[in-house]
């Protein structure tokens, strides 16, 4: 065995083991046998590995792996350069603690010396304290210089272009609000848990949240990183969809009872298509029902955490309409206020249609 290596492990256990094994020894007093102790520690030890293992399969299948999704859009390419870039270095340091730790845990386990066997005294090893404290400096300085060279790409708004280059960006506001996500596009057009994007133009996001909400949080992880939607502040990001299609995202953030239906998804469109999606979508009263007023209300059937809303008046009086998803009631959150009276009026055309069909029905 290499000296630098015997010494590593004497140092950690404080103990000159190699020299140790050498000892006479002492016989035992044995509570077990050899055998059954054995026994005992490779269950131990085959339990753990297969509670691990089970452990490890829903972690597997769940989201497709415990690897991030395929980046679509440049900021999100940054961001995945520097997990990889971790994973490698963290995986490697991993590898070696671990591995050095079972090897020394096997070669210098007690066996048959006493409990009360000394060892000698040791004081300090240069060529190793210098070595475990160069090592570890240089890997960060790496991890650190990598994520500075990489930020920029990732949060600098003003750098992100459309495709082709005189194109200029597209400006969204979205509002995250319990408990679906508003985008109001330049024109004032506005949708509701669905953003329609042209393909290969860049989208700039002010993310905030009104002032009488909660704190949510914006992620669409193919493209690219978490930015938090709080009240009365606006946080900048963008992305370029590169391809068409559709991307999920989620909030992430903690804000009430109805959080986990809080998701969303971003459809990026070729150009024509993405006028059109986007008039159908803004004129829907029925996406806006289902985003800011089904989560919490069924039409028909048993109650969710709100009343079943079939044969309920409100939904064809205008004026009490508006009153409540513009103030609330009870549980009920605000989900109306601010909004225009052209909002209440797309909701009001598809209310209007779910009350007489529940009369009629
Ligand atoms: Cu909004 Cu969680």
């Not at 007093?29 to 297969?50: E, F, H, I, N, Q």
């Not at 730790?101 to 096997?106: A, S, T």
């Not at 193919?222 to 909030?251: M, Q």
Request: aromatic share 8%.
């Amino acid at each position: 065995m290499p000296p630098l290596v015997r010494r590593l492990a004497s140092l950690i256990a404080g103990r000159e083991f190699a020299r140790a094994d050498s000892r006479p020894r002492e016989p035992l007093k044995r509570a077990a046998s050899p055998r059954v102790r054995l026994r005992t520690k490779c269950g131990a030890v085959a339990a753990a590995l297969l509670g691990a293992l089970a452990l490890a399969a829903p972690a597997l299948a769940a989201n497709g792996g415990l690897t991030p999704p395929e980046p679509e859009s440049p900021n999100a390419e940054a961001i995945n350069d520097t997990y990889y870039l971790l994973l490698i270095v963290t995986g490697f340091v991993f590898v070696l603690v671990q591995g050095a730790l079972i090897f020394f845990v096997i070669k210098y386990r007690r066996r048959n010396r006493p409990v009360e066997a000394e060892g000698p005294q040791i004081h300090g090893n240069t060529r190793l304290e210098v070595l475990w404290t160069v090592v570890p400096v240089v890997l960060v300085a790496i991890v650190v210089g990598f994520v500075f060279y990489k930020l920029p790409e990732v949060s600098d708004v003003s750098r992100a272009a459309s495709e082709p280059r005189d194109q200029p960006n597209l400006v969204i506001d979205v509002a995250g609000r319990q408990f679906y996500w508003e985008f109001t596009y330049p024109d004032g057009r506005v949708t509701y848990d669905t953003l329609v994007v042209p393909v290969n133009r860049t989208v700039e996001l002010n993310v905030t949240a009104p002032d009488h909400d909660v704190i949510h949080s914006w992620w669409v992880p193919a493209l690219g990183g978490k930015f938090d939607a709080i009240p009365g502040e606006v946080n900048h990001t963008w992305f370029r969809a590169e391809r068409e299609g559709e991307y999920e995202g989620a909030c992430t953030e903690f804000c009430g009872l109805q959080h986990n239906a809080m998701t969303m998804r971003v459809r990026a469109l070729g150009n024509t298509q993405y006028e059109s999606e986007l008039q159908r979508l803004s004129g829907s009263g029925q996406e806006q029902f289902n985003a800011a007023c089904a989560k919490c209300h069924n039409v028909e059937g048993p109650q969710l955490i709100g009343p079943t809303l079939r044969g309920n008046p409100t939904l064809s009086n205008r004026q009490a309409l508006a009153q409540l998803v513009r103030n609330g009631r009870n549980a009920m959150p605000p989900v109306g206020r601010g909004w225009s009276d052209t909002q209440i009026e797309t909701l009001m055309r598809y209310t209007r249609r779910v009350a007489e069909a529940g009369n009629g029905g």
